[in-house]
């Protein structure tokens, strides 16, 4: 019984691990895309100047 | 390299990400289940080594994930493309998670089975001198500040930094160890029950899945934040306030040569 624990804290390690990187990617690209867009409008607003 | 270079490029798509992601899920999803309730516990550790179908494929990964970086990166160093640096750090990125994972795991393993949380045996060690190479090379990237630079000694770091994993491999059969010996990997027949063999593969297979999924991911991240990196030296100073810039362990020149 006590085996459980070490189990789920196992699989729970791996989840939180892949997930959790997942989630970490999505934020970065999230911020490069805003980014990116910022520069664009900033270049837009620059040439109709 | 042509065909690696195809085969990237179509992972990279959106369509072959998503086919990715959900075969992803469904695969570990099924590799749960086959590992709690399918498998049958270990004749002699019991449930606790149920922890082999995640404790291996980590590992796997991870020496996998590092046999990556050091292949792109003497195809860096020969052809100074960009995108092999994009795909080392990617790689190398995904290889630490892994790694990480590795030593967790096998912590949690150890703790019932051997008394203890570490111990300073090889195979543990080597693990960890693997897991420090390569957070000093994900390191080097963030200090270097030429991107050229920092491209070139990475590959440096992330080919020499390879020899560790043959290592880490062998060190059980190298020294005494109190880590078990190959049970799969080994000539002969492996000394792992059939239906163990079948899950543990399984579980390899849906793990090597994951590893083209995050990579698919990661590498077009890695194209978005180099984009950006090059957007905000070459467009004009902002009048309000910008987005943070993005915090990068990216790739030379900011352009993408995919």
New interface residues.
Partial sequence: MHDVGYIIAGYAATAVGIVGYRWRLAARSRRATSLIRAAAGRRAAGTSR | MKIVQTALAKAGSRGAQRILGWASVAG?TVA?VLA?FVVPPDATQ???A??LY??VP?AWLAFGSFGVVFLASIAYLRTKRTRWDRVAVSSA??GV??C??TI??GS??G??VWGTWWTWDPRLTTTAVLLLIYIGYLTLRRVSESPTRRAHWSAVIGIVGFVDVPITHESVTWWRSLHQGPTVLQLGTPTIAPSMLATLMFSLVVFTV?YGY?MA??M??GR??D??SS??VS??A??TR?????ASVGTPGGGDDA
């Fill in positions: 570990l749960g709690l019991g449930d606790v149920r922890l995640v404790h980590s990125e995904i998670l892994f990480v994972l967790v795991l949690l393993w703790r019932p994951v995050l991911v990661r077009r991240v978005l934040e984009r950006a957007t905000v467009s004009p902002p009048r910008a987005p943070r810039p993005v």
